[in-house]
């Protein structure tokens, strides 16, 4: 990626990783991603913001020398976690002048995950600023969004927001660093925000009324493209945050002989005759779709109201597969309306109360189970049209928002 100028004296230099498929071994990143770096440059120093992971250091110095940045006098550190931090070290072995900086929260978790001492540390705190001549960056905690340390900074002169993870997208740029509002992008925010900000949703919905109040001319995120059009961005976290949500009915399912496929088959037909929207993800088609499905399957719920695990039953208890996607969504928290477990089951089963169990963070209603046994037969067949038009009715009577 190459280095590209988004204002005067504003540069980003970080990097692209577009054969990135998993982030944080866990959720799919079928865009890649890219680490973000920018450098500010004043008329008396010069600070860089954020490095970036240490597997494209490379590109980075190979920017940083394109752009003929011989001295950093400032390396701020806006989050620890090591796809920013992880070739700081590096980055001072090639600028041994410059002062780390960051706030006291980001030089304790540097210390704990670099071992760099956090005495190295020129500390800031929330309103703090520091002057480059001519630029200034204020400093703004926002702390969990996602991890405790994570830090905005705000260049007055520009209304340039840099805002760490917050507002950023898993989508390796082309060279073009600005926005273009494609499908993709906005596909790749979202499935971000399900990973990354979701959990926090309460202190996002927070940080995004504050960057409204600031009203940035651009955000610069630490992951993707910089939105120059803030609103974009921002009325989608003010949506997904929000407690509105679609009529639809997210279905993630595994069957081993087909009787839970013949229950998910009928609940999406009979849910869809009723308008409501359905998407269905078979959790293990193949072998390796487990976790891209699952991460999907989150992705789907951002919005939605409601969410069906469906799963035969094995040796009493849920299909591993169901359990691994109930314990993704037990920690990123979707904030569903309603939540059910769905399926079959031959002698005995407890896969619902083992559902129900590991899904235990939800906010959401919990539907009454249909375990159904063996082969659904035509009584049952009627038992799981019931459940549909049930659920139906909930979400009929509930304002739809439109994605
Ligand atoms: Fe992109 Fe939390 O690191």
């Not at 054969?19 to 680490?35: E, I, Q």
């Not at 596909?187 to 600031?214: C, D, G, H, N, W």
């Not at 919990?366 to 909930?394: R, V, W």
Request: glycine letters at 6%; proline letters at 5%; hydrophobic letters at 45%.
């Amino acid at each position: 990626m190459a280095v590209q100028t988004i204002a005067p004296g504003v540069l980003e230099v970080g990097a692209s990783h577009p054969d990135r498929r998993l982030f944080d071994a866990l959720m799919p990143t079928v865009h890649g991603t890219s680490y973000n770096s920018y450098v500010v440059q004043g008329t008396e120093t010069t600070a860089l913001l954020d490095p970036v992971d240490e597997v494209k250091a490379s590109v980075l110095f190979a920017n940083l020398a394109e752009a003929g940045v011989k001295r950093l006098d400032y390396i701020i550190n806006l989050h620890t976690e090591q796809d920013h931090s992880g070739s700081t070290r590096m980055l001072l072995e090639r600028y041994p002048e410059a002062q780390l900086v960051g706030t006291a929260k980001v030089a304790g978790l540097m210390e704990t995950h670099l071992h760099l001492a956090a005495g190295r540390f020129l500390i800031l705190k929330a309103g703090d600023r520091l002057e480059l001549g001519g630029k200034t960056l204020v400093c703004h905690p926002i702390p969990f969004a996602h991890w405790p340390d994570n830090t905005m900074y705000w260049l007055e002169e520009d209304r340039i927001l840099f805002s760490s993870d917050l507002f950023g997208a898993h989508y390796a740029r082309p060279d073009n660093v600005f926005a273009t509002n494609s499908t993709e992008l906005r596909q790749a925010a979202r499935a971000y925000f399900s990973e990354i900000m979701m959990p926090f949703s309460t202190p996002v919905a927070r940080f995004t009324k504050q960057v409204r109040a600031l009203n940035p001319l651009m955000i610069a995120p630490s992951h993707g493209q910089i939105w120059y059009d803030p609103d974009f961005i921002l009325s989608r976290y003010e949506r997904w945050t929000g407690s509105a949500k679609r009529r639809a009915v997210i279905i993630g399912y595994v069957s081993m002989h087909g009787s839970t496929h013949r229950i998910v088959e009928k609940l999406a037909v009979e849910l869809a005759r009723r308008g409501i929207s359905v998407v269905c993800r078979n959790l293990v088609d193949e072998p390796a779709d487990l976790m891209l499905e699952s991460g999907q399957l989150i992705d789907d719920m951002v919005d939605a109201a409601a969410a069906l695990i469906a799963t035969p039953t094995v040796l009493g208890g849920p299909h591993p597969a169901a359990a691994y996607l109930a314990i993704l969504m037990n920690a990123l928290k979707p904030g569903l309306r309603y939540f059910g477990v769905v399926g079959s089951w031959a002698w005995q089963t407890k896969a619902a109360e083992t559902l129900n169990a590991l899904t235990a963070n939800l906010r959401a209603e919990c539907l009454s189970p249909l375990m159904i046994e063996g082969l659904p037969t035509a009584e049952d067949e009627a038992k799981i049209a019931d459940y549909a038009a049930a659920l139906a009715e909930k979400l009929e009577a509930m304002e739809d928002v439109l994605d």
